[in-house]
């Protein structure tokens, strides 16, 4: 892996453990296994790193997002593995790292709400769109609404005053919503899919 990457890659994840002010270019370079000068060669300042870090973890969950639709048989499979990459990206995020980006980086906070009211609401109306061609999803509702509802849930589930760790396992907090939403625009033959999926024993 080039230099550049491996650093950009650790600080990343030091940002997402421990929140973006406390990690210092020090830590990045000691992480990394390279000096703080052979770091500053490559980014001018911590707020360059910053900057890189975030777009490139935006444009990873952008390719994950189209490799899912490519690589699931139906509509439901694809949101399910959607699913599952973002309990697994939620295991790996401090909430500080998302709070100091709304208040320390407002440009690069406004980025990742572009990114979620672009690529996200895109991902969400091409899959109902795809559940609905599938015989998976019904017809009957709107669509803007929909996406923007299952939205908000994802959001949702981020924010630890309604989900509290103390109280709740993410995991379980992000499939009870997701069941809830699929059984509720699916088909009888789409509730049979998500039962499957989902090992839901229905009546």
Known sequence: MPVKDRILETALRMFRMYGIKSVTMFDISRESGVSKKTVYEHFRDKEEL?????????????????????????????????????????????????????????????????????????????????????????????????????????????????????????PDVIREITAHFLLGIATAEGRKLVAEYLQIKED
């Open 50 to 170: 910053v900057q890189e870090g975030i777009r490139t973890m935006l444009n990873g969950h952008g390719q994950h997002l189209e490799d899912f639709r490519q690589q699931s048989a139906n509509a439901i499979e694809e949101l399910l593995k959607e699913v599952k990459y973002m309990e697994e990206m939620g295991n790996t995020i401090n909430p500080v790292m998302l709070y100091e980006m709304q208040k320390y980086h407002p440009d690069l906070w406004l980025e990742v709400e572009t990114f979620k009211k672009d690529h996200l609401i895109r991902a969400i109306t091409a899959n109902l769109e795809r559940g609905i061609q599938e015989g998976c999803y019904r017809n009957d509702f709107k669509l803007n609404i929909m996406a923007r509802m299952r939205l908000l849930q994802l959001e949702t589930v981020f924010q630890p005053a309604l989900f509290p760790a103390t109280e709740f396992n993410m």
